[in-house]
C-alpha cells in the first residue's frame, strides 16, 4: 500500500475529506460515522442536509451490515455487479444515521472497483461518504485536476488515480420498497439490472440531487439539438461551442467531436463539458445521440447540462 493512501485513511479517521478516484467519478470522501465529518463535507459541497450521501464499502459483507433488510435480488446484483458502478439503496441499519441518509429510512450503498478507492476503503477499514467532487450543481470531475479546480483547498487530500474509465456517475437501483426502481441510469444498463430482478419504474420518490432539473451543468447555456438542426442553429452566427458526432464546421471555432460508442462517450463526456464552458462562448449546443437504450446515461446526463425545450 502506497503511504499516500495510508496518509488519507489517517486524515479519514481525524475526521478529515479526502477526493479520491473512483471508475465513476472522481469522490469527496468523509467517515460515513462521524457526524462531525460528514457536517464538513455537505459544508465543503454546498449540498443541502436533506440530500442522502452513498457510503462506500470495501466488500459487500460491509455494505450489507448497514442495511437491515438485504433482499435476495441485492445479493445477486452485487454479486454480479459489485466491486464496481452500482449503487444499491436498501432500507438502512442503526449504523446509516439520519446525517448520511438526510433523515430517510434508506441507505446508499457502494463497492467501487477503482484500485485506489479499494486501497483506501481497505486501509480505513470503516465505510466513507462520498459524493462527487465537485460544488453542489456543477459538473462531476473525472480527473484529479477537475477536483482541485473545483474545490481548491477544501479537501485536505487528492488522491490522484487517473482518468475514471466510466466517466458518469454510478447506476443507482432502489430496492428498499419491495420492487426495483431505477433512480440514475449508468453504465450498467437497465437491461442488465431487468436480467436479474424486475425494475419497475424509473421514478424516484425520495428527493435526491441527480434529480433536480439542470444538476449537471456548465455554466454556458447549453442546448441539445438533433443532427439535422445543428446547421441551422450554426447559422444564426451566435458564438457557440460545439459538441458533436460530425465533422467540425468551420464557421465554428471550438468544436468537440465525439465518439459514437456510448462507453467511449460517457467516458470523455465530463471532460468535454468544463472544456467547452470555459471556451468562453455565449452557448454550447449539443448534437443529440440517439434514442437507443445503450445511450440512455449518457441522454439523462445531457438533458440534465441542457437547457429544457
Ligand atoms: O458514481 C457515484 O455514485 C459517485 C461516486 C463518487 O461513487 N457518487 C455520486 O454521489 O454520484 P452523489 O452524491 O453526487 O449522488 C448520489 C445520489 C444522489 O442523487 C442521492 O440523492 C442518491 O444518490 N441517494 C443516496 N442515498 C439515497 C437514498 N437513501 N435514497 C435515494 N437516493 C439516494
Ligand atoms: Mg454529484
Redo the contacts with the bound molecule.
Sequence with gaps: MSSEVRRAAQILRAGGLVA?P????????ADASSEKAVARLYAV?R?PAD??????FASADDAFAWASEVPDAARTLAKQFWPG?L?L?LK?SSKAKDF???G?????L?V?SHPV?RELLKAFGGAVA?????RFGQV?PTTAAHVREDLGKDADLVLEGGPSE?G???T?V?L?GGSAVL??P?AITRREIDAIVRVTGEQ?A??????LER?YAPRTPARMVPAHALDREIAKGKSVAVLAFSRPDERVDFWLRMPREPRTYAQKLYAALRELDSAGCEQILVEAPPEAPEWAAVRDRLKRACEQG
Design positions: 479520491f473512483t471508475e465513476t467519478v472522481y469522490g469527496l470522501g459541497k449540498r440530500h442522502p450521501v452513498i457510503v462506500h458502478p449503487t439503496i438502512r448520511v441518509t438526510g430517510q429510512p434508506s441507505v446508499g457502494r467501487p478507492a462520498a459524493p462527487s467532487a465537485n462531476s466510466v458518469i456517475e454510478s443507482i432502489d428498499s433512480l440514475r449508468g424516484s425520495v428527493r435526491h440531487s441527480g434529480g444538476h
